[in-house]
């Protein structure tokens, strides 16, 4: 991502877990984590998307933690199927506190349900891959943000898990999954929302 990127390590259930770290230039507001896509699938720390929502967290002045995932990189253990990744992301959340949960695709819906179980109340959460897992409701406030021709989690999917939440998903016109081209409008959108 950049030259200051650091790599730390937190011990996690199924073995240590590997972190990117990058800090803001000045005063620190707090920490975002931030949780890649599905590890079966290609996702890791260093995903587009991933990196554009810690470069909005880092330009807000928070220092940005992106795991792996168990089995991803030089995380150790393997796929779990959402359990283990949410203990995973449990343990660098008890080491570092962050004041926001973001999440992208399968990350993002792994954050909701941590949000549950810490009772976290900011989150981001881009692409919530709510059709294939049970997601559950997230607090009032959170920011969805979701592409208008996702073809990997359709919107009306996601509408229909916003709706009885009463809540608002912010739509990136012409976006895909993976917001090519557009992950300058997601960086604005994080940065406009989040500070």
């Known amino acids: 991502m950049r030259a200051s ?15 990117a770290v990058d800090a803001p230039e000045g005063e620190l507001k707090g920490r975002s984590l931030i949780a890649h896509p599905h590890p079966q699938f290609g996702g ?6 991933v990196q554009t929502l810690a470069r909005a967290f880092i330009e807000l002045g928070y220092e940005s933690w992106r795991p792996n995932f168990r089995g991803v990189g030089a995380s150790e ?3 779990d199927e959402g359990k283990g990744e949410v203990d995973d992301l449990f343990a660098v959340y008890e080491k570092v506190s962050p004041a926001v949960l973001a999440g992208f695709s399968f990350g ?4 909701a349900m941590l949000a549950k179980r810490v009772g ?13 897992f049970e997601v559950p409701p997230v607090p009032a406030g959170t920011l969805v943000i979701h592409g208008e021709r996702d073809e990997t989690i359709p919107l009306a999917a996601v509408l229909d898990w916003a709706r009885p939440q ?12 993976f917001f090519h081209r557009k ?6 959108i ?4 989040s500070g």
Do not use: W
Not at 183 to 188: D, G, M, Q, Y
Not at 190 to 193: A, T, W
């Open 190 to 193: 994080v940065s406009q929302c």
């Open 77 to 79: 253990g393997s796929y």
């Open 108 to 111: 993002a819906a792994m954050q």
């Open 120 to 132: 976290a109340g900011r989150l981001v959460l881009v692409g919530v891959a709510v059709t294939n």
């Open 183 to 188: 992950l300058h409008v997601l960086r604005a």
């Open 166 to 177: 009463e809540l608002p998903v912010t739509l990136v016109p012409d976006a895909d999954h």
């Open 44 to 49: 890791t720390l260093d995903n587009k998307v």
């Open 5 to 19: 990127t650091r790599r730390e390590f937190v011990a996690g259930p199924a073995g240590r877990i590997e972190c």
